[in-house]
């Protein structure tokens, strides 16, 4: 019996350890579709896929599932490109970390094309095949935004995927709310690492950093022409907590150059006291969110 | 003979894990001073410190080296309420992260007392002597403000005391630049950190945070009584560079409200750049600052 087949479109940092996590995942066979000889070499050298490829075309007609590990102005042109080439009944997920635009751009496949947007939260500060690794996904969330039309076999199988490759959990919820979500919590991260970078003292600094510094501009080393797109592709939500950031840094700006003790102690108390329920909480393990 | 002395007064994180990295130093002796019962239990347990006390003041005549480990405002009400009790020739720093203030305040001392301002540049977003660990010191960085008086013995002396407890560098500077990049490369962190947690949507973002949203946040969980001295012991330089931040962030906020692609994408590639230089700096392990 032939093998069924997963095409991951794309083996840069996180289609590439998809591949590599994905390997033995059921009676599935792992095809991981290149651009570059470089990535192809690399790819059979650290034997990232079960096959390589540089065409994707022809391997669409036979792939029960297809990963969209490009960026995102690459998976939406992919999909529009090769609408028609996607097997009746295949699941098709994707990897990007803006969720509406793909979503929208999804509504150009056929009815016969179950997509089902997804966000492994997983990365480093490295980019490229080279950083690829297995198990990037360890503990890490998986989160999922499903179309009208997925079916719960799909679920089902994403699932299944998730646990292979040893994420921590799946979490479902609508594009629109992880866009909101990831605004907060992963793109206002990196333009704060980014601010902080530019700053003049940038280099003068080696010798006084400690763990904060290191931790805060960690993610600033990253992919310009990737994070052009994912702001500008969710630049209503990103501009808002921006604001409210910037607000909240101003307010205490204020207060220091007001010598205002008493209010820097209730605003640095307040904040704290939120920082330490969220620790309290993820300790406990609550589920906030629903997960199928 | 009589063991030489080491005081170390106020056994929190910093002091306790001092008191325990600098037990079997040479020929000294290691007294840890304590306010509370509580704190006296555990350091007695925990085996802290070669010798507790309640009552630092009879301790300070025979103290070679005084180690104080208060916060701000605990070390300057110290130094001028002992001021005269310190033994003649011996060395006294502290640990705090505001230099200029910490030296002024202690030129009440008499000729014979030299002080040494000390910022062991590690923390934990935990504090208290049951978080304290003698490895705490392991490759960080000890940096170093003498007084005019400083003598090369005590220099050399708190070189071997910072080899002992596993620093990874010494770094000698003024306490005016020291306070200068300490608000950069660390206040402003907490300003960040706290400023994030303040967000209506922390609660919610459970589920949908990566490794950047855990990193920027850690140190959130702060002691307010505390950084809101050293805040305002520290308002020029940290208001300065707070304001530079909040110009560029802003700066990110109308790039992508005006989705300008080209200038967002200059500014990325900017800080990008800048952070993967000082990646590279650091690997190469350049020594940019003198050490003594």
């Known amino acids: 019996m032939e093998k069924k087949r997963i095409l991951a479109v794309g083996l840069g940092l996180i289609g590439g350890s998809l591949a590599m996590a994905l390997q033995g995942f059921e009676d599935y066979e792992v095809v991981g579709a290149v651009r570059s000889q470089a990535t192809y070499d690399k790819a059979e050298a650290m034997g990232a896929a079960d096959r390589l490829t540089f065409d994707p075309a022809s391997e669409l007609p036979g792939a029960d599932v297809v990963i969209l590990c490009q960026d995102p102005a690459g998976i939406i042109a992919f999909l529009q490109e090769h609408r028609d080439r996607f097997k009746p009944g295949c699941l098709i997920w994707d990897v990007c970390g803006v969720k509406t635009a793909v979503m929208e751009a999804a509504r150009c496949l056929p009815d ?150 008493e209010g820097l102690n209730a605003m640095l108390a307040h904040a704290s006291d939120r920082k330490k329920q969220i620790n309290l909480e993820r300790a406990r393990g609550d589920d906030v969110h629903p997960k199928f």
């Open 112 to 261: 016969g094309a179950d997509f089902i947007g997804c966000h492994p939260m997983a990365g480093k500060e490295v980019s490229g095949i080279d950083n690829a690794e297995a198990g990037l996904f360890r503990n890490t969330h998986f989160i999922v935004t499903p179309g009208p039309n997925a079916t719960r076999e799909h679920l089902d199988l994403l699932r299944r995927m998730a646990d292979w490759c040893q994420f921590g959990d799946v979490i479902e919820t609508t594009p629109e709310r992880h866009d909101q979500m990831i605004a907060y919590t992963s793109q206002m991260m990196h333009v704060i690492a980014v601010s902080v970078c530019d700053n003049e003292e940038l280099f003068s600094c080696v010798g006084f950093e400690g763990g904060s510094f290191r931790d805060c501009t960690r993610v600033a080393a990253l992919d310009p022409a990737m994070w052009t797109q994912l702001f500008t592709l969710n630049a209503p939500a990103l501009s808002q907590v921006v604001g409210a950031l910037e607000e909240r840094i101003h307010q205490y700006r204020v207060a220091i150059e007001n010598n205002d003790r």
